[in-house]
């Protein structure tokens, strides 16, 4: 679509299934690389990929021909693929059923890049629950405390 321009900032948020420690400080880089490298394969640009040893923050410009969903399901599906394939005996490794998928205009690029790049720092004081429950306010959704919590 030579003629068809858009401009899309998705900031995703999933966590691991149960929120488990899942996400080791040596695996952390690697996955982080590699979800860059799905969003690459498909025609999205990885703006910024971070999180901690329980959740991933991804803030994606995505084309105007996939859909929030499709991405999400590129990304956690082909990581919990890559980690089962790359490191056999942690067989316990799985992502959350679903995600959070927040707009973000071109101005506030810059603070989402440096929010996802301080995850570590941030979450010495807060924890994912409270994090995820502030987007959804923020972005007035409305929300069963049953999907956040557990």
Known sequence: MPHSYSSCLIHYVWSTKERRNLISANLQPRLWAYLGGIANQNEMKALA???????????VSMPGTLSIAKAAQL??????????DTYPTDGNFAWQKGYGAFSIGIAGVQDTVAYI????????TKSFEDEFLSFLQRHGLDYDERYVWG
């Open 49 to 59: 990929v971070g999180g901690t040893d329980n959740h991933v923050h991804m803030l």
């Open 75 to 84: 990304f956690k599906g082909g990581s919990s693929k890559w980690v089962h």
């Open 117 to 124: 790049d301080a995850q570590a720092e941030h979450h010495r």
